[in-house]
């Protein structure tokens, strides 16, 4: 533009010129740097995958605490059989001749023991967890 087109007072000054092409050059950095990281795949996927992995996390100690109340519940309820069963054994053992009923039993010894052995080694392991 000539100077005929405008009058002076309408031209910036060239230190008013200066601050706004530095102005612009900052917002444009601004804005490639937000570009870029819309366009970094890479790092939106790690992103993702921390995410995600939290949220696994979270969903596991969950499903632990929810298997922990189930093992208590079971252990109680296991613990109170064996406890029945014991009395009710006891008892019977009271009114029976016990070496006439291993005897005469159709289940073989070693393997009544071998089921003791295991719900004990049950309630021994349960137990064991839960401390």
Do not use: F, W, Y
Not at 27 to 37: H, P, R
Not at 75 to 102: F, P, W, Y
């Amino acid at each position: 533009m000539s100077e005929k087109n405008g009058s002076p007072a309408d031209k910036p000054s060239i230190d008013e010129l200066r601050a706004d092409i530095k102005q612009t050059r900052a917002e444009l950095g601004e804005t490639v740097q937000a570009l870029a990281a819309k366009a970094d795949v890479k790092a939106r996927a790690k992103e993702q995958v921390e995410q995600t992995k939290l949220k696994v996390k979270a969903q596991a100690v969950e499903a632990t605490e929810r298997v922990r109340g189930a093992a208590v519940a079971a252990a109680g309820a296991v613990s109170g059989k064996v406890h029945e069963v014991a009395d009710q054994t006891a008892a019977k053992a009271d009114e029976v001749d016990v070496r006439e009923t291993v005897r005469n039993s159709p289940v073989p010894l070693p393997l009544v023991v071998a089921g003791v052995v295991a719900i004990v080694g049950v309630i021994l392991i349960i137990r064991g967890r839960r401390r």
